[in-house]
């Protein structure tokens, strides 16, 4: 594993796992209120995307944290739509 | 510029300017109480890993979205810093 892999890991994992206490918070508290369905769904989509392009370009650093980073997304934003 | 570029480009767009109106919102309110100095300086330094990894594999996506990414989290973290 080269040098920059693992900055990029590292950058994966700091980027991924700053946003889980929030996350976890949410999801406990179900309290989606600061939250804006607009602003999480562009969220959500990016991250999506961002996974695709991971993929296409084989990064792996890309893939793992939009791997992880979709799952909280795509948790939140349905918690979001079904406590609105 | 090839299809994967563009995805890549729109997830930059997608995910950066996702976070502005909140960005948006904390400096013109100074309120940075529901933010965590751990948490954002974990999130910040994962940035700047993510720009240094970006320069790195000369891909612009991410170094585009990390760069205007940086710039906002560098601005709130200071916020932070300054109001506590």
Do not use: H
Request: charged share 10%.
């Amino acid at each position: 594993m080269s040098f920059f892999t693992i900055v990029g890991m590292v950058a994966a994992f700091l980027t991924t796992f700053s946003l889980l206490p929030q996350t976890i918070k949410t999801i406990k508290e179900k309290n989606t209120e600061g939250i804006s369905v607009i602003m999480y769904s562009m969220f959500t989509a990016g991250v999506f995307l961002w996974l695709l392009y991971g993929f296409y370009t084989k990064d792996i650093p890309l893939m793992l944290a939009n791997l992880v980073t979709l799952a909280f997304a795509v948790t939140i934003l349905t918690l979001k739509l079904k406590y609105r």
